[in-house]
């Protein structure tokens, strides 16, 4: 059974960091591509960025929104990804998720998400 | 680029039909065949119910299908059953690794 668990969100001040890690299993890790999106509290969806595996290059893309605050790594290793997030804001408060692509934008195993609340 | 449009609530009894759209632009939607459904019950993860226009995952019912006619994709449930109530999003590609979404639409089963 594929799934995915993410892990290390939490309360944090604005203009600090947090990293997020999403341990994966039940499936081969290295060879899929990794997703992680972000749902406000009564919001709707927001693709934050993906990372593709090794034979591919383990290239990266991140939406404009985080582009240069957020990035996106993977320890295949490890079967983990990770969602590094800096200079947060009180807008990124929201429940975050990462995922196994199934295909081009298809975006097939969630894992339960982690809330992060950025307050003072 | 703005977010795709869908209805904000949708409504069917147990055993009709529902469509929900979802518009965009001839910039996502009309152009790419990335079109993306997600099913969310409260308190879940969303859950993949169609991708690329109209292809169904392992283990989705038949009973959801996907369609794509210009600037608008459609999701339709069919046999509505209490269990498919909960919000729906799409998603579409808009180029230049940009990823968009709709609002999302509630489906109540009356």
């Known amino acids: 059974e594929v799934q995915l668990v993410e892990s290390g969100g939490g309360l944090v001040q604005p203009g600090r960091s947090l990293r997020l890690s999403c341990l994966g299993s039940g499936f081969t890790f290295g060879d899929s591509g990794l997703s992680w999106f972000r749902q406000a509290p009564g919001k709707g969806l927001e693709w934050l960025g993906f990372?593709?595996?090794?034979?591919?290059?383990?290239?990266?893309e991140h939406a404009a929104s985080v582009k240069g605050r957020f990035t996106i790594s993977r320890d295949d290793s490890k079967s983990l990804t990770h969602l590094q997030m800096n200079s947060l804001k009180t807008e990124d408060t929201a429940v975050y998720y990462c995922?196994?692509?199934?295909?081009?934008?298809?975006?097939?195993?969630w894992g339960q998400g982690t809330l992060v609340t950025v307050s003072s | 680029q703005s977010a795709l449009t869908q209805p904000p609530s949708a409504s069917g009894s147990p055993g009709q039909s529902v469509t929900i759209s979802c518009t965009g632009t001839?910039?996502?939607?009309?152009?790419?065949?990335?079109v993306s459904w997600y099913q969310q019950h409260p308190g879940e993860a969303p859950k993949l119910m169609i991708y690329?226009?109209?292809k169904r995952p392992s283990g989705v019912p038949d009973r959801f299908s996907g369609s794509k006619s210009g600037n608008t994709a459609s999701l339709t449930v069919s046999g509505l059953q209490a269990e498919d109530e909960a919000d729906y999003y799409c998603s579409s590609y808009a180029g230049s690794n940009n990823l968009l979404f709709g609002g999302g639409t509630k489906l109540t089963v009356l």
């Open positions: 995922t196994r692509d199934l295909a081009v934008t298809a975006y097939e195993n």
């Open positions: 990372i593709t595996s090794k034979t591919y290059g383990e290239a990266t």
């Open positions: 001839s910039s996502d939607v009309n152009t790419y065949k990335y």
């Open positions: 690329e226009v109209s």
